[in-house]
């Protein structure tokens, strides 16, 4: 805590929906927050001010947001019977596409903000006091928000997420990333490695690089030079202290031969890499605007696997877009016959009101894309199980992250990012240590903890 910092004399309670970028996001709000005197609140029944920092990416998103704010809005009134005040905002991809509409179903509440206007919440903290009716900003502000909010403050634990970019230009025909979080923009190399340096200096032991299309980035350097992501990856592995990095999420079509080849040449670089596919049918691969073809992705992978021989991949699928055909869901399951993945998320495809897809003839029946999901998922699992399966008896390094369940239990994750949990003193916590893997659950695994000597692969 700085000296300019009050003790909290407000609680905030932060609720957040959807992926990593989000919860980022929540916590630079409860940063931006902090000098105003909120600190965190258990619940939001005992908070001041309650945020729901809402995805777009899922269906029916913005049912379950309306639903949330019908129960605190009993919260709010009974607060208000006690002559207390409670702020209510609505943050995220929801209130970037659907403020007005917000204000106008659910008018107690008191902000509406957008993902690039963040830095501006103590203004409208300050505005919504003062003023009748709600606070709505959902610009996409010519100042870059990261300029502007504080340096993060919280220590976020051994593992630790630092977005780089945001944004996407690529306007795939199912996703509202375009529309919502707007174009793309990469964060300059200095703010990304000073923000790098103080994660590991408050004990992060593993940095995953965030972004929409993280691999698409590229920073200003202070010598005035574009970096890559390849080069800032070079960079991060130079700073002392931080044995792991990743970064998330990668488009294919930015996949270069220099960031493939990173991942052979920086040991930090962890074997791991999620790259989206969401088809294995070129056809709809172009329907869905993702301008790549299944070849480029299989090639990627075998360039992957040559680079790193023990890197698992994961990836996301999107089962029954506007007009696949029984021949593109064959095309979909040959390319995972072909990967062979360690974890994948598959969904089936949903209208996005305002994308390109929605609005498509050939919508395909419900039931068939359900019979199509399943099919691909029971492929995945066999899949990631049988992965899970071949680190029985493996020797590897876990970070360990906190306490298990049962008491005497730490858990951690593995290079591949499994969890992990293994019978081991808390003082292990923030450490890279050797495990021998012996057991293996749905989702998890069980292990031993080794001696440093015996340590024969990390
Ligand atoms: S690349 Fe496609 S799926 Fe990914 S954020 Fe951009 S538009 Fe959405």
């Not at 970028?21 to 001041?48: H, I, K, T």
């Not at 605007?289 to 991949?313: M, Q, S, T, V, Y």
Request: some cysteine; aromatic content about 6%; charged content about 20%.
């Amino acid at each position: 805590m700085t000296e300019t910092t009050p003790q909290p004399r407000k609680r905030l309670y932060i609720r957040t929906f959807g992926c990593q970028m989000n919860v980022y996001d929540s916590d630079r709000m409860a940063d931006v927050l902090a000098p105003l005197g909120y600190g965190p609140a258990p619940s939001p029944e005992e908070a001041d001010m309650v945020i729901l920092n809402t995805c777009h990416i899922r269906e029916r998103a913005s049912e379950k947001v309306f639903s949330d704010l019908g129960r605190l809005r009993v919260l709010k009134d009974a607060k208000a019977e006690r002559g207390e005040q409670m702020v209510l905002a609505v943050a995220g991809c929801v209130a970037q596409a659907e403020g007005k509409e917000i204000v106008s179903r659910a008018p107690w509440v008191d902000i509406v903000l957008g993902p690039q206007t963040y830095h501006r919440l103590p203004e409208m903290v300050a505005r919504a006091a003062r003023a009748a009716g709600a606070q709505i900003d959902t610009d996409f502000p010519v100042e870059q928000k990261f300029d502007l909010l504080p340096e993060v403050r919280a220590s976020q634990g051994p593992i630790a997420f630092l977005t780089i970019q945001e944004g996407c230009d690529k306007f795939c025909s199912f996703c509202v990333v375009p529309y919502t979080r707007g174009a793309e923009f990469s964060r300059p190399v200095a703010a990304i490695l000073a923000e790098a340096r103080r994660l590991v200096a408050s004990g992060a032991r593993e940095i995953a690089l965030l972004g929409q299309n993280v691999n698409a980035w590229h920073g200003e350097a202070p010598d005035g030079a574009t970096w890559d992501l390849t080069r800032l990856l070079y960079a991060l592995a130079e700073i002392d202290g931080l044995p792991r990095i990743r970064y998330t999420t990668s488009h294919p079509r930015d996949m270069d031969a220099g960031l493939i080849r990173a991942h052979g040449a920086i040991p930090q670089l962890m074997p791991f890499l999620h790259l989206p596919v969401q088809s294995g049918s070129d056809r709809v691969l172009a329907a869905m605007n993702r301008g790549h073809k299944a070849d480029l992705f299989l090639r990627i992978c075998d360039e992957l696997r040559a680079a790193r021989p023990d890197i698992a991949l994961s990836s996301d699928f999107i089962v029954g877009h506007p007009g696949e055909t029984a021949a593109d869901h064959a095309a979909t399951m040959a390319l995972v016959e072909r990967v062979g993945f360690a974890l994948a998320y598959s969904f089936t495809y949903s209208q996005r009101p305002g994308t390109p897809a929605a609005g498509q003839p050939l919508q395909v029946a419900q039931a068939e894309k359900d019979a199509r999901l399943q099919e691909l998922q029971a492929l995945l699992r066999q899949q990631q199980d049988a992965f899970n399966e071949a680190c029985v008896g493996q020797d590897c390094a876990v970070l360990f992250t906190g306490p298990g369940r049962h008491p005497g239990q730490v858990m951690g994750r593995t290079p591949w990012l499994q969890p992990v949990h293994a019978m081991g003193p808390l003082s292990l916590v923030g450490q890279t240590a050797p495990v021998r893997i012996a057991e293996r659950y749905p989702n998890s695994l069980s292990a031993i903890l080794l001696d440093q000597k015996e340590l024969a692969c990390a």
